[in-house]
């Protein structure tokens, strides 16, 4: 099975902060890699799929990169709205698997 | 555009439990569709996954054997028959609808919890 590593497990950051997320694979995954947003007793929402596209609805300040093995999700500016747990997820081969989460916290 | 499941809620060791996803406001027949399940306070775990017409599965090897998936296009509907469950499985199961064979998961239904325990 395809790790899949995200560092950090947390982050303290401001409103306006940038942040950067990382996600790394165990194996090569082309750019089958998406990422989800949760908050508490919520279902996750996409954001980014093949790596860098942004899903619909989802604000600009949310972006993603990355090929192979590396990739990133960066929040331009922190809102309020963001703080929440982010996963990442590869697509590329069965079975499917996510990261263990980032949670990003008020500072 | 709606996911709901349904069919979550206590069970012994080795017993069974099927869970239903019931889909509104899209045509649930051109879709893939999966189950996912997060442990209290864990992460997400992808489970399985179901092509258009039933007949491509996936699932997670520590499932396999036990749970099966499938779908019923003229009810809309999703289901997860899980058998022999164990402690490990208590999570809340989530159902969502793929963009593709191997996602991702672009719409996702508010989950049930399965717990097991006796």
């Known amino acids: 099975d395809i790790q899949m590593t995200q560092s950090p497990s947390s982050v303290s950051a401001s409103v306006g902060d940038r942040v950067t997320i990382t996600c790394r694979a165990s194996?090569?995954?082309?750019?089958?890699l998406s990422w989800y947003q949760q908050k508490p007793g919520k279902a996750p929402k996409l954001l980014i799929y093949?790596?860098?596209s942004l899903q619909s609805g989802v604000p600009s300040r949310f972006s993603g990169s990355g090929s192979g093995t590396d990739f990133t999700l960066t929040i331009s500016s922190l809102q309020p709205e963001d703080f929440a747990t982010y996963f990442c997820q590869q697509g590329n081969i069965f079975p499917l698997t996510f990261g263990g989460g980032t949670k990003v916290e008020i500072k | 555009v709606q996911l709901v499941e349904s069919g979550g809620g206590l069970v012994q060791p080795g017993g069974s439990l099927r869970l239903s996803c019931a889909a509104s406001g899209f045509t649930f027949s051109n879709y893939w569709m999966s189950w996912v399940r997060q442990a209290p306070g864990k992460g997400l775990e992808w489970v399985a996954n179901?092509?258009?017409?039933?007949?491509?599965?996936h699932f997670v090897d520590s499932v396999k054997g036990r749970f099966t998936i499938s779908r019923d296009n003229a009810k809309n509907s999703l289901y997860l028959q899980m058998n022999i469950l164990r402690a490990e499985d208590t999570s809340v199961y989530f159902c969502a609808r793929d963009v593709s064979n191997s996602g991702p998961s672009d719409l996702w239904g508010q989950g049930t919890l399965v717990t097991v325990s006796s």
């Open positions: 194996q090569g995954i082309s750019s089958w």
């Open positions: 179901i092509n258009q017409d039933g007949s491509q599965k």
């Open positions: 093949l790596s860098s």
